[in-house]
């Protein structure tokens, strides 16, 4: 087991899960776009060498699908990541006390004024954006350098499109940590799960039938 990529793994999720969940009680989505979108561009610079900077249980589903890790890195990363979420938001509600219900219910990525249905579509339509980039500017190694900013701005652009509409999580770890802790995890859950793993392995396999002919190893192979 690949400790080293492990703990890369958890800070860059615990690390988002924070940042983003403190950014969001500014009220302002842009707040939570761009906090989001930067932490994870310097998260992905940081750890792309140890551990490919997953970061998402998606991501982690599409690379594994795509013959990019083995199971057995699939589940400790997922486990990882999940920890890592949660682990965020507890220290949330330790810092902050009472006023940590109102932090982490307003930081959770919530379902708007619409359906589950239209919610789950965006969150998938945003993953499959999100999925592509990846793919196109880390995965791929005939891209160019600047990955992270790449993947960092897209999650910024999708956050403001789409999380009027679903909260914009497009990572599974993202809506779990924060709705665990402050007891909003429900039915309605299954949107964040449905739609981004749908979204991430349809946008990887198109781009990897499409694009990526030799199966390319990446460092997320721990």
């Given at each position: 087991m690949n400790f080293k990529a492990l703990y890369a793994e958890f800070i860059g999720v615990f690390s988002l899960i924070f940042v983003a969940v403190l950014a969001a009680s500014n009220t302002e989505i842009v707040?939570?776009?761009?906090a989001s979108g930067l932490?994870?561009?310097?998260m992905i610079g940081a750890f792309i060498s140890h551990s490919g900077a997953h970061f998402n249980p998606a991501v982690s589903l599409a690379l594994l699908l795509t013959k990019r890790i083995d199971f057995k890195t699939f589940s400790s990363y997922v486990v990882v990541q999940f920890l890592a979420a949660i682990a965020a938001a507890f220290l949330i509600k330790y810092l902050f006390g009472t006023e940590?219900?109102?932090l982490l219910a307003v930081?959770?990525?919530?379902?708007?004024?619409?359906?589950?249905?239209v919610a789950m579509i965006?969150?998938?339509?945003?993953?499959f954006i999100l999925l592509t980039v990846i793919f196109a500017t880390a995965v791929d190694k005939r891209a160019p350098k600047g990955a992270p900013l790449y993947i960092g701005f897209t999650i910024v652009f999708l956050i403001l499109a789409i999380g009027p509409i679903s909260g914009g999580a497009f990572n599974p770890a993202r809506h779990v940590g924060p709705a665990l802790v402050s007891g909003k995890?429900?039915?309605t859950s299954i949107v964040y799960f449905i739609g981004p793993c749908v979204g991430a392995v349809l946008a990887a396999?198109?781009?990897?039938?499409?694009?990526?002919?030799?199966k390319q190893e990446t460092p997320a192979e721990a």
């Open positions: 707040a939570d776009a761009f932490l994870i561009a310097a940590s219900d109102w930081g959770t990525p919530r379902i708007g004024q619409t359906d589950l249905t965006a969150e998938g339509v945003g993953t995890l429900d039915a396999l198109i781009y990897d039938n499409l694009y990526l002919k030799d």
